[in-house]
């Protein structure tokens, strides 16, 4: 897989895999990889907040109706 990246970036990458020893292929992937982790850490407290507020909603018009 291609990827192009802007010269700020190539640039940027190019000094952090220098300066920590990993070829410019395997930091990006790590950090593509850390990122990804972090998303999907994010999905997930997305849905359960969704889930959270549906159950809410729910509660609230159970205890409306008890009125």
């Known amino acids: ?34 990122y990804l982790d972090l998303m999907k850490n994010q999905i997930d407290l997305n849905k359960e907040f969704t889930s959270l507020d549906l159950l809410s909603d729910e509660a609230l018009i159970n205890f409306e109706e008890q009125l």
Request: hydrophobic share 55%.
């Open 1 to 34: 897989m291609e990827l192009a990246l802007s010269l700020a970036v190539d640039r940027k990458v190019s000094n952090a895999a220098l300066s920590l020893g990993f070829k410019k292929q395997e930091l990006i992937e790590r950090a593509l990889l850390v």
